[in-house]
């Protein structure tokens, strides 16, 4: 399967996943397999759809990796939300968290790590953009993965410092737990701001600013029952601290701000960039990739940046990108150590399905012709697939990206210079612009 904007939706293309309903709990708006048209197009796009998962030749194969089973994120979000729900009653004073909100969501939590725990090393996919969601509620719910990946891989690499200074790989599930935790509730103290503030289409005043400053104070003084992690705690009090110490409430800096907090900052901001907001249309992944990389040192710790970049794809697989010529190509593989050299199936000039890398610099297709070491012209199908590709490609599955990442070394070899663009109109659109229409 491959994704696709909805407004190249065309007659009898094939739905590959079911679109959820906006509403909690309600039956998905359209089931996989449907015949897509455009005047349903039209219409999912007014439900603000703006991408879905389609079946066809050139996604053949292609599984996206989906780090959350829909029923785990399904009852996760039903936990933010009920949770939220039971906040919202107590927001106004700044009063605990309701016992039964506190147990649901710490239930949640334990399901969300367990979940992720067995999810392999992987890109993420990018699955909740055919999403017609809550914003709020699939906001929490997607820094939680994204958070959880990161931690997990730090977790499992570098391990821990303990308060004697010594490093630890014990406890994994106790702490990924208190991670999820903080992650799925880190902005619950905007509930005590007004939506006119939070969702303002328009630039906030110096007064609304400030106000919109105060939540994460307003989240811990809503999270003082004991059975709250301080872990969990310090995520909600500091996930808009910044490594160089410019951020808010406490301009705390560096190590002074917890490695916990620190990774949600950076899974906030990146869902953030890459997800619906009611008054921003999704950014493009690599765009979103590009900020936390620059970011890396002043506004985010190094650590977890390089981290994120090994689990954070800018061109997912599954992903469709419009090549120079105006063709499309669908991502079949991306090697996290070279993510900007995705290796794409698109059809040649004879119409026959063909797989090649291509470079990828900022959403900007480079010219092949560079030459390389081994003297092979890059942009030529690669070796290993330019036959036709048949149905039982592997592209997609977890084992094939590195096969397929040996080959395009072959038949792409980086150049060691960037080249000037040739016109670009991938599925992103312009570099740096949202990739998707607004609805
Ligand atoms: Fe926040």
Known sequence: MRLIRVDWIVDDMELARDI??????????????VSLTPSLAARLLALGVRAVWIEDDMGDGIVPNQPLPDHVRNATERAVHSCMEAARSVASDLADLPPRALAQIQQAAEALTEALASCPEAALAFDDLATADSYTYSHSVRVATLGLLIG??????????????????????????QLAMGLMIHDIGK??????????????????????????????????SPRISPLTRCIVRDHHERWDGQGYPAGRA??????????????????????????????????????????????????????????????????TITLPDGSSGAVVGVDPESPEYPVIRHRDADGALVERAIHVVDGVVMAPGA??????????????HDARVGAASPAGAAGAVSMVRADAQRAHPRPSHVREPVAIRSAVGSPGSAWLPAA
């Not at 570098?158 to 737990?177: A, L, Q």
């Not at 899974?267 to 690599?286: F, G, K, M």
């Open 20 to 33: 959820p309903s906006a509403t909690l709990g309600a039956a998905p708006l359209l089931r996989r397999g």
């Open 152 to 177: 997990q891989r730090i977790d499992r690499i570098d391990g821990w410092i303990d308060y004697r200074g010594e490093r630890r790989f014990d406890r994994t599930v106790e702490r990924m737990t």
């Open 191 to 224: 509930l005590a701001i007004p939506d006119s503030i939070l969702n303002k289409p328009g630039k906030l005043t110096p007064e609304e600013w400030e106000l919109i400053k105060t939540h994460p104070t307003a989240g811990v003084s809503m999270l003082t």
């Open 254 to 319: 560096g190590t002074d701000i917890h490695q916990f907090a620190r990774i949600a900052a950076v899974a906030y901001v990146y869902e953030s960039i890459t997800a619906d907001r009611p008054y921003q249309p999704a950014t493009a992944p690599h765009v979103g990739v590009r900020v936390i990389r620059e970011g890396a040192g002043t506004q985010f710790d190094e650590q977890v940046v390089a981290h994120f970049l090994r689990i954070a794809m800018p061109y997912p697989v599954g992903y």
């Open 371 to 384: 030459g390389g070491p081994t003297g092979q012209p890059p942009g030529e199908p690669l070796a290993a």
